[in-house]
């Protein structure tokens, strides 16, 4: 069952308490920390494109990449309406080309646990590592092992809005890592008729010292890991991480 369908079309209305705003602070605090103030930067899973634009409209020449056509379609309609200059491409993250490189790349929101097999997160930080400039950063965040476990685990989470109602039903197995939800989207089609959809999710719980481990294995220079939107190492308790990554291996 394909992801990111049904749920594409109201993604935005249901992430609507997403910080977004914060997180574009954040990330161009990053950036401009290891020396990325413009250049063009890559958006790796980047969905509706909502944190595309925020880094376009501070002065990035942004490229956005996602495998959903669904979710990049409203990135499209929010460029088009917008005018910023955008460069979307329907693509698997395991297997991305670009035509160049890129000072940074960048992917919040999880887009990383959706790797499920180890050897993707290689796959993908090698990628990444091939396309990045000399020196060049990748930011990315992580769902915990602790948010997994602690604050999912198997939850069912229900929501009824005007346009549309999802029913998340969750599973977590501790020995595989493996984060199942099971999405039932009700989208308003008209003021009678709603459409149903089905979706199942999957991804994966790393923990830091596997990426460490496969960034090693990729030939890229772990530089930090922060706990949440801050510049203080993870805790047991960190719902969410950001990693630092930096590109070896071309010479400046």
Same mark, same amino acid.
């Given at each position: 069952?394909?992801a990111?369908t049904?749920?594409?079309?109201?993604?935005?209305?249901?992430?609507?308490?997403? *910080?977004?705003?914060?997180?574009?602070?954040?990330?161009?605090?990053?950036?401009?920390?290891?020396?990325?103030?413009?250049?063009l930067?890559?958006?790796?899973?980047?969905?509706?494109g909502?944190?595309?634009e925020?880094?376009?409209?501070r002065?990035?020449?942004?490229?956005?990449?996602?495998?959903?056509e669904?979710?990049?379609?409203?990135?499209?309609?929010?460029?088009?309406?917008?005018?910023?200059d955008?460069?979307?491409?329907?693509?698997?993250m395991?297997?991305f080309?670009?035509y160049g490189t890129v000072?940074?790349?960048?992917?919040?929101?999880?887009?990383?646990n959706?790797?499920?097999?180890?050897?993707?997160?290689?796959?993908?930080?090698?990628?990444v590592?091939n396309?990045?400039? *000399?020196?060049?950063?990748?930011?990315f965040?992580?769902n915990?092992?602790y948010?997994?476990?602690?604050l999912?685990?198997?939850k069912?989470?229900a929501?009824?809005?005007?346009?549309?109602s999802?029913?998340?039903?969750?599973?977590?197995? *501790?020995?595989?890592?493996i984060n199942e939800?099971?999405?039932?989207?009700?989208?308003?089609?008209?003021?009678?008729?709603?459409r149903?959809?089905?979706?199942?999710h999957?991804?994966?719980?790393?923990?830091?010292?596997?990426?460490?481990?496969?960034a090693?294995?990729?030939?890229?220079?772990?530089?930090?890991?922060?706990?949440?939107?801050?510049?203080?190492a993870?805790?047991?308790?960190?719902?969410?991480?950001?990693?630092?990554?930096?590109?070896?291996?071309?010479?400046g």
């Amino acid at each position: 069952m394909e992801a990111y369908t049904g749920f594409a079309e109201v993604y935005d209305e249901l992430m609507d308490d997403v *910080p977004y705003e914060e997180w574009a602070e954040y990330l161009c605090g990053l950036l401009e920390d290891y020396g990325v103030r413009d250049g063009l930067v890559l958006d790796l899973g980047c969905g509706t494109g909502s944190l595309t634009e925020l880094l376009a409209r501070r002065g990035y020449d942004m490229i956005g990449v996602d495998l959903s056509e669904d979710m990049l379609q409203i990135a499209a309609e929010k460029k088009a309406a917008s005018g910023l200059d955008i460069l979307y491409l329907l693509q698997d993250m395991r297997e991305f080309e670009l035509y160049g490189t890129v000072a940074a790349v960048v992917s919040l929101c999880d887009s990383m646990n959706y790797l499920t097999e180890y050897e993707d997160l290689v796959t993908v930080f090698k990628l990444v590592n091939n396309y990045l400039d *000399p020196g060049g950063v990748f930011i990315f965040d992580l769902n915990t092992v602790y948010k997994y476990e602690c604050l999912l685990g198997e939850k069912t989470i229900a929501e009824n809005r005007d346009d549309c109602s999802f029913i998340w039903e969750n599973y977590y197995d *501790p020995d595989s890592r493996i984060n199942e939800y099971d999405l039932t989207l009700f989208v308003r089609e008209d003021r009678q008729l709603y459409r149903r959809y089905e979706e199942v999710h999957f991804q994966r719980a790393y923990s830091l010292e596997e990426i460490q481990r496969a960034a090693a294995e990729a030939g890229m220079e772990f530089a930090a890991a922060y706990g949440g939107c801050s510049r203080e190492a993870p805790q047991g308790a960190s719902d969410r991480i950001y990693v630092i990554l930096r590109e070896q291996g071309k010479e400046g």
